[in-house]
């Protein structure tokens, strides 16, 4: 069975005040890792793909990595509009996505 | 902008009582889904559909239903409301292949009194 934890539940930062998050995932055959932002009352929004070990990507102040037991999200001189909840998702042999509880995200000025 | 609509945004229904939640997706995706978000337990899956006519249990399927009768309309059937059930219902659609990110909609209040 397919699992995903993230790490930490909540945190908060101040704006400016970089930091990463944790996914640590167990996966029969990945087929991608998956991040997405959530904003209160609303659906998750996409943010990243990805696929082998060693790849990253970029959006703004995000920058995702992935190794073969963990993904992370680094977060780089924050701002407040970048408070959310981050998803994590794997995709295995199953092709169905399995998601983390997420972590809380609050930047504060 | 391509989306993914779900009809209600909050929705109070009474015990017993069977619920109907519609989602629709304009962007020709294969592949729909039915989640739904508790704090502490994260997006759980109830339904997916591959196909019209076709749908496959998630890991949560007891007490629902749903019906995929055209490609664009994936719908969640709560046979009989019960408290447990309120949660916030989210639907989600992709493309078959290359994994890819699932669109969301903006998701359904359910409170079950």
């Known amino acids: 069975e397919d699992q995903v934890t993230q790490s930490p539940e909540a945190l908060r930062l101040q704006e400016g005040e970089s930091s990463s998050l944790n996914c640590s995932y167990t996966v029969s055959g990945l087929r991608g890792l998956f991040w997405y932002r959530q904003d209160p009352g609303k659906g998750p929004e996409f943010l990243f793909t990805?696929?082998?070990a060693g790849e990253e990507k970029e959006k703004e102040r995000l920058k995702a990595t992935l190794t073969k037991k963990e993904s992370f999200l680094h977060i780089t001189a924050p701002k407040p509009e970048d408070s959310a909840t981050y998803l994590c998702a794997v995709s295995g042999t199953a092709s169905k996505l399995t998601f983390g509880t997420g972590t809380r995200l609050q930047v504060t000025l | 902008d391509v989306k993914v609509t779900q009809s209600s945004r909050y929705l109070v229904k009474r015990t017993g009582e069977k619920v109907f939640l519609e989602c629709v997706q304009d962007?020709?995706?294969?592949?729909m889904f039915w989640y739904r978000q508790d704090p502490g337990l994260g997006l759980r899956l109830i339904y997916f559909s591959y196909d019209v006519k076709m749908k496959e249990k998630g890991d949560i399927p007891e007490g629902y239903s749903v019906s995929r009768e055209k490609k664009e309309r994936f719908s969640l059937i709560l046979e009989s409301a019960s408290t447990n059930q309120t949660s916030m219902y989210l639907c989600a659609s992709s493309t078959t292949g290359a994994p890819s990110g699932y669109t969301f909609g903006s998701g359904t209040r359910l409170t079950v009194v």
């Open positions: 962007m020709d995706h294969e592949n």
């Open positions: 990805l696929y082998s």
